[in-house]
């Protein structure tokens, strides 16, 4: 058998290297487009920002390796320009001197990837605009920040001292991932970044409250947000400067331009094979991932992949699904009955010693389905028992079914210990866990690790009481109906005050009871929604109809308290 893999790096590689493990009789044949496979892109902010300092650590494993250790003939500098699906060939060129060259295939698995997107905006091809996709990319971007260092600090023109060096100016489009890292990695190389961005939030998979947190933190560590603001244009400003242009008529200036704007399924040689496109733009794949021609396969972030909650299709560029799609599309190509199961878009991001994690469906994905059978609940767990040090908070958005406790959603911030919970939580959504399940997980516990309660039975706990009525919570954009009942004590009211609230604080509360009425629902607050649980366990006990403000104050501001935790 014969298969040609088109693409060598996430999607592509993984298919290779399994497929040798499956089939040593297998002719394989892996062309990249560009001068390496199999490196390692996540990497490339981090490469940009000097904390990756040799770019030879991003190369996870060259040609050579893929030729020796799995027989696989991996040609770097090869694209693929057209296939003919009848006659199953595949036309290759030799990037460096031209020459086409046509080989036939048995199977042919496509991981061409998905570029970054690059809008035709007056301007965009002048020096100083880069992309963060491949390890080129980052070398220009270094090469131009060091080349410039000499020159904004005027070492080439004397010699001599000088002792001030101008403030060097970045500017970065869109607040993804990539954006951000990138942005954060620019801040430890000493610039000033401005981190322009079209929409109301950064990273659009969160909900915007859980965005405001980190768009607070990272401002707080030097990058200055101008959203709701797209780019209109780039101007040449003189020495190595270039402005930026945008729509609302600023201009930004820059010594260096980052364009993250996102990337595009590549779908040039799918679409010249009349292999279907689905309807968000991507290859569309079956289960196996088999395109609509069956000796096709596609895999990674060209390809449609069903969102694992909510089964509507879309497009998720991430590395884990990649890797795994490649080795599935190996499986069923070696005659194994492997499914892709869907993607829930388990995502997190790193800025400045804290992280923003997720998974599943966020809430405004629910809304623009018209799905209302949902709770959601805000907690702020610590990241480990809080008498041993170093422990920090954690904000948490948990989204569940209501009628049956099915976990749909979890979004989570905080400076330790995030990953593991959106892991454990992700972990959980694919098994089809409820929050019930949630409350019964055995984790590990030790007074550095977690909690007795980890955040993650804590959310549980917190999901299933308001599920069994034992706390029946609501949310600020209701506030204003109820009668609101504040528990906390005196003295943090003067920290911040929840207007027209009464104070009680819990201590008080069975014996001012008679203060409270008994026509109206009382919201209860305090700071996190802790003592504002026990308050309305008491106050329902007592036949009052109450119910617990999810959250507490700290979801009420979302970011202007948290970070001060
Ligand atoms: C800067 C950056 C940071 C990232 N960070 C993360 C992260 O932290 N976590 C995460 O999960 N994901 C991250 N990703 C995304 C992740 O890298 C991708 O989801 C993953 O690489 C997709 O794998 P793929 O095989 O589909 O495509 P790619 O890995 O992009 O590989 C596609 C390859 O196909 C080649 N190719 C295309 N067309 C042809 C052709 N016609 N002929 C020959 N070769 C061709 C291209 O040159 C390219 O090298 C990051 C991506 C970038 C760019």
Request: aromatic residues 6%.
């Amino acid at each position: 058998m014969k298969v040609i893999i088109v693409g060598g790096v996430a999607g592509g590689a993984s298919c290779a290297a399994r497929l040798r493990r499956l089939d040593e009789k297998a002719e394989i044949i892996m062309v990249e487009r560009g001068p390496y496979v199999s490196y390692a892109n996540c990497g490339l902010p981090y490469h940009v920002g000097a904390i990756i300092e040799k770019e030879a650590s991003l190369l996870v494993a060259d040609a050579n390796t893929f030729r020796s250790q799995f027989a696989v003939d991996a040609r770097t500098g090869c694209e693929a320009i057209e296939i003919s699906p009848d006659k199953k060939t595949v036309q290759l060129r030799n990037v460096a001197t031209g020459e086409v060259t046509t080989e036939s295939y048995d199977k042919l698995v496509l991981s061409p990837g998905a570029p970054s997107i690059r809008p035709p905006l007056p301007g965009i091809d002048l020096p100083g605009i880069f992309e963060v996709r491949t390890v080129p990319d980052t070398r220009a971007i270094r090469d131009w920040i060091e080349r410039g260092s000499l020159f904004l600090s005027g070492m080439h023109k004397y010699s001599g001292f000088q002792t001030v060096r101008p403030k060097t100016r970045a500017v970065v489009i869109g607040g993804g991932f990539i954006g951000l890292e990138t942005a954060e990695n620019l801040v430890h190389r000493g610039f000033d970044v401005t981190l322009v961005e079209m929409g109301d939030q950064v990273l659009a998979p969160l909900d915007q409250e859980m965005a405001r947190i980190v768009e607070e933190y990272v401002q707080k560590h030097g990058i200055r947000l101008a959203l709701n603001d797209g780019v209109a244009g780039f101007k040449e400003a003189g020495n190595r400067k270039v402005d930026v242009l945008t729509k609302s008529g600023k201009t930004h200036p820059a010594d260096i331009v980052i364009l993250a704007l996102g990337v595009r399924p590549d779908t040039t040689l799918a679409k010249m094979a009349g292999l279907k496109i689905g309807e968000r733009g991507g290859i569309r794949v079956d289960e196996h991932m088999r395109t609509s021609n069956a000796d096709i396969f596609a895999v990674g972030d060209a390809v449609e992949v069903k969102d694992f909650v909510t089964g509507e299709w879309s497009l998720i560029a991430l590395a884990g699904p990649a890797n795994r799609q490649g080795r599935i599309a190996a499986d069923v190509i070696a005659g194994r009955d492997s499914r892709f199961r869907g993607s829930q878009g388990t995502s997190i991001i790193g800025l400045f010693g804290a992280a923003a994690a997720w998974t599943g469906a966020s809430e405004k994905t629910l809304k623009r389905l018209g799905d209302s059978d949902y709770e959601k609940i805000y907690l702020y767990p610590n990241s480990h028992a809080g008498y041993y040090p170093g422990a920090r908070p954690i904000a948490m958005k948990v989204i569940f079914r209501k009628s049956d406790g099915r976990l749909l959603g979890a979004q989570a911030l905080g400076e330790d210990n995030v990953d593991k919970r959106i892991s454990a939580l992700a972990m959980a959504l694919q098994m089809g866990a409820t929050v019930y399940d949630l409350e019964e997980a055995e984790l590990c516990y030790a007074p550095q690790f977690g909690s007795a309660k980890d955040p993650v039975n804590f959310a549980g706990m917190v999901a299933a009481d308001v599920l069994r009525g034992d706390m029946p919570i609501s949310h600020w954009d209701s506030a204003g109906k109820g009668f609101l009942l504040d528990v906390r004590e005196p003295v943090e009211l003067a920290v911040e005050n929840a207007p027209d609230a009464v104070n009680i604080p819990l201590g008080q509360l069975r014996a001012r009871l008679g203060e409270l009425p008994r026509d109206r629902e009382i919201l209860v607050i305090c700071r996190s929604g802790q003592r504002a649980y026990s308050a309305t366990r008491i106050l329902l006990q007592k036949g009052f109809k109450a119910r617990n403000l999810a959250g507490g104050m700290l979801s009420r501001t979302h970011a202007s308290t948290f970070w001060e935790s």
